[in-house]
């Protein structure tokens, strides 16, 4: 399976953006509905941390103390694909973003997903 994250940018401080991850690839029989998905970022000089995750309908969403009530999470499993929708962002927010996928049950433990998206560049900044 092959992620590929884009829509980062440089957003003001307070200002919003809006990632999607898009899944390629699915063995014969198997969807993208099959696929958990999560997003991390890893801000310089820090270790890659766990941003959100979504089960596999995309009725259950979960997330990191530092961003929750400012990031949602939704998937369109007709489309391949799954958003992270940034609000109110503050300089700490800046950071690569990866989305991730796994087959199973969601995980806010990174080295439990299978595949990895190249990973897109959030800079929040005024």
């Known amino acids: 399976v092959q992620l590929q994250a884009y829509g980062g940018g440089l957003a003001q401080p307070g200002g919003s953006l809006r990632l999607s991850c898009t899944a390629s690839?699915?063995?014969?029989?198997?969807?993208?509905?099959?696929?958990?998905m999560g997003w991390f970022r890893q801000a310089p000089g820090k270790d890659r941390e766990f941003v959100g995750g979504i089960s596999r309908s995309g009725g259950s969403t979960y997330y990191a103390d530092s961003v929750k009530g400012r990031f949602t999470m939704s998937r369109d499993n007709d489309k391949n694909t799954v958003y992270l929708q940034m609000n109110s962002l503050k300089h700490e927010d800046t950071a690569v973003y990866y989305c991730?996928?796994?087959w199973g049950s969601g995980t806010a433990v990174q080295f439990e997903y299978d595949a990895w998206g190249q990973g897109t560049l959030v800079t929040v900044s005024s």
């Open positions: 991730a996928g796994r």
């Open positions: 690839g699915f063995p014969s029989g198997f969807s993208f509905s099959s696929y958990s």
